[in-house]
């Protein structure tokens, strides 16, 4: 997509100017509702939560009837209030495949990725070898994998090992509230995944397809850990 290009080569705010310009000259409805969304999007990517809730109060008042902003505008709110990066991530304990717990108090100190997922998803299984790659390369800067697996048969989990290495710590399936954590994450795809780095703050919410922006985040965190 232009806007995405644009954002990767010459920054947020050159992006925000384009977006203004097209919005001018856009006629229907549905493409101002979708520039004004990825507007809001890239900036609570950029952490600045103050612009994206401001344009979000906007872009609700402006569409009061539409059912689709509205919903996603309530799940917007909630992201910049509890889960945008720089938000300090939730409290969270899970009973691990080993046997042992975890949680994210107890990773303080170092950083990790939290994913959340089912195992027969099809672009997860292909997401795979390059999440074991990841882990490979940035464990020498102490990065830690977690990964939940929801709604998983302990039949499909030790199917979904057959053929692969499990090198990082899982979560024991059906072992936590699946609605729990769906309510407290905002969770309405997977997979998702947080990053999050030494200090338990929020670097990133990465949703399906968005992976290369993963690499992004550990960029960061691989620059203030030198």
Same mark, same amino acid.
């Given at each position: 997509?232009?806007?995405?290009?644009?954002?990767?080569?010459?920054?947020?705010?050159?992006?925000?100017?384009?977006?203004?310009?097209?919005?001018?000259?856009?006629?229907?409805?549905?493409?101002?509702?979708?520039?004004?969304?990825?507007?809001?999007?890239?900036?609570?990517?950029?952490?600045?939560?103050?612009?994206?809730?401001?344009?979000?109060?906007?872009?609700?008042?402006?569409?009061?009837?539409?059912?689709?902003?509205?919903? &996603?505008?309530?799940?917007?709110?909630?992201?910049?209030?509890?889960?945008?990066?720089?938000?300090?991530?939730?409290?969270?304990?899970?009973?691990?495949?080993?046997?042992?717990?975890?949680?994210?108090?107890?990773?303080?100190?170092?950083?990790?990725?939290?994913?959340?997922?089912?195992?027969?998803?099809?672009?997860?299984?292909?997401?795979?070898?390059?999440?074991?790659?990841?882990?490979?390369?940035?464990?020498?800067?102490?990065?830690?994998?977690?990964?939940?697996?929801?709604?998983?048969?302990?039949?499909?989990?030790?199917?979904?090992?057959?053929?692969?290495?499990?090198? &990082?710590?899982?979560?024991?399936?059906?072992?936590?509230?699946?609605?729990?954590?769906?309510?407290?994450?905002?969770?309405?795809?997977?997979?998702?995944?947080?990053?999050?780095?030494?200090?338990?703050?929020?670097?990133?919410?990465?949703?399906?397809?968005?992976?290369?922006?993963?690499?992004?985040?550990?960029?960061?965190?691989?620059?203030?850990?030198?």
């Amino acid at each position: 997509m232009l806007i995405q290009h644009i954002s990767d080569t010459e920054g947020l705010n050159t992006t925000l100017r384009f977006i203004d310009d097209l919005e001018e000259r856009t006629p229907t409805v549905n493409d101002k509702i979708s520039l004004q969304i990825k507007r809001i999007d890239l900036l609570y990517d950029s952490s600045r939560t103050d612009s994206a809730t401001e344009y979000l109060n906007q872009l609700k008042n402006e569409f009061p009837e539409d059912e689709f902003v509205q919903s &996603w505008a309530e799940n917007m709110a909630y992201d910049l209030e509890y889960l945008a990066p720089g938000s300090s991530f939730p409290e969270l304990e899970f009973q691990l495949v080993s046997g042992d717990s975890i949680s994210t108090s107890s990773l303080q100190g170092q950083p990790f990725l939290l994913e959340i997922t089912r195992l027969d998803n099809a672009l997860y299984q292909e997401q795979y070898d390059r999440t074991v790659a990841i882990y490979q390369i940035y464990r020498n800067f102490e990065l830690e994998i977690i990964t939940v697996p929801v709604s998983v048969s302990d039949v499909m989990f030790s199917a979904f090992f057959e053929e692969r290495n499990r090198i &990082w710590p899982f979560v024991r399936p059906n072992s936590f509230d699946t609605e729990a954590l769906v309510e407290v994450l905002n969770l309405d795809r997977v997979p998702t995944r947080f990053l999050i780095d030494s200090d338990g703050t929020i670097i990133g919410r990465y949703i399906g397809t968005e992976y290369d922006n993963i690499l992004d985040g550990l960029q960061r965190i691989t620059t203030i850990t030198e």
